[in-house]
């Protein structure tokens, strides 16, 4: 945030805050909070001077690490789909690796293998290199969960334990029920009538939320949703064919899609009738990634907030690397959308 001479920040203000005054590194500021022995007396002196000048608090979580022993939270990154405009990963890394950085974290990333979903976590539980996971596939029957509840590694997940009614770890997620709620109510108020749902197939959990969204908001108007959804794969091919399908069979004047990379698949179909997104026919995806950005007219698109995400991540690794540990309940975070011409 930018700092105004002589004037004292109204936001809460950050470790870059109070680096900035003191004319100083990050590291220094994180040395004179956590380590002030190896710093000279006029630097710590006025490092503190910024602290109190703005009112900085640091984060209780690096107080806590101190006690731990590499100071580094594992991450496992998949490789990138070909054919799909998902880049939600590449936002949510960025937003953990520098949530992490101000509380006193670092990231390692590790790769996985496709064909087996727990490659990687036991390498590194059995050298100690990492404090604590952060998982991201929370799909039902996904090993991650267990295995690591099993080992009692903490870890955190980016995304509910579908099918857990109790679960015992603390994870974070986006309602997205209520984000395709939000664009199809959109579109409702924009005077669409018909408006049809592209999804993932019935066995994504994921999915199956999204569409409830969808459902919940045509039904609140009494409006009907027979034929006018269709579950595919998340491709933009698949996209392609079930708008093409949908806009011979059922007519609808706008789509609500589960992703950015299925309603990219609409945007090429529009584009094959010489139809204009967001006069002939509307279109909203989910995720707002940087394709819907910059993609003519631009892309409507249910926004996920993962700099939050990022930030109640940490807070709960902070609970389960405190002493004692602490695990807290899930926490549920509302989308918002993102509006451009193609509604």
């Known amino acids: 945030m930018s700092r105004i001479p002589g004037r004292v920040p109204t936001t809460p203000?950050?470790?870059?805050?109070?680096?900035e005054l003191a004319g100083v590194s990050?590291?220094?500021v994180s040395n004179a909070v956590n380590n002030p022995d190896l710093l000279r007396a006029d630097t710590l002196e006025r490092v503190q001077q910024a602290i109190d000048e703005l009112g900085y608090s640091p984060n209780r979580a690096a107080r806590n690490l101190r006690t731990r022993a590499s100071h580094l939270i594992g991450l496992r990154i998949n490789a990138?789909?070909?054919?799909t405009a998902n880049a939600l990963m590449d936002r949510f890394v960025?937003?953990?690796v520098e949530t992490s950085r101000e509380a006193g974290?670092?990231?390692?990333?590790?790769?996985?293998?496709?064909?087996d979903p727990l490659s990687g976590y036991d390498d590194l539980l059995r050298s100690t290199a990492v404090d604590a996971f952060v998982i991201t596939d929370t799909y039902l029957g996904n090993p991650q969960a267990a295995w690591l509840e099993t080992r009692r590694a903490p870890f955190v997940a980016f995304g509910r334990p579908?099918?857990?009614?109790e679960p015992r770890h603390p994870w974070v997620d986006v309602d997205g029920a209520a984000g395709s709620e939000l664009a199809t109510t959109h579109l409702l108020d924009r005077g669409h009538h018909r408006i049809a749902w592209i999804g993932w197939r019935r066995d994504s959990w994921i999915g199956e939320d999204r569409r409830a969204g969808w459902s919940r908001a045509l039904r609140a108007r009494g409006l009907p949703t027979t034929g006018l959804a269709s579950r595919v794969e998340d491709t933009v091919a698949s996209g392609r064919e079930a708008s093409a399908v949908l806009l011979d069979e059922a007519q609808p004047s706008a789509f609500v899609c589960a992703s950015d990379t299925l309603a990219m698949g609409v945007l090429h179909t529009l584009a094959e009738r010489g139809l204009v997104p967001g006069?002939?026919?509307?279109?909203?995806?989910f995720d707002d990634s940087q394709v819907a950005q910059v993609v003519p007219p631009g892309l409507t698109s249910v926004r996920q907030p993962l700099e939050d995400v990022a930030v109640e991540v940490v807070k709960a690794l902070e609970g389960l690397l405190g002493h004692p540990p602490y695990v807290g309940p899930g926490v549920l975070l509302a989308p918002t959308l993102a509006i451009r011409g193609s509604s």
Do not use: C, I, M, N
């Not at 990138?80 to 054919?83: H, I, S």
């Not at 974290?105 to 064909?115: K, N, R, S």
């Open 162 to 165: 579908w099918g857990v009614e």
């Open 94 to 96: 960025h937003s953990l």
């Open 13 to 19: 203000p950050t470790l870059a805050d109070v680096a």
């Open 105 to 115: 974290y670092h990231v390692l990333l590790f790769a996985a293998d496709h064909q």
């Open 279 to 285: 006069r002939d026919v509307a279109v909203v995806g």
């Open 80 to 83: 990138a789909q070909e054919g």
């Open 26 to 28: 990050r590291q220094t």
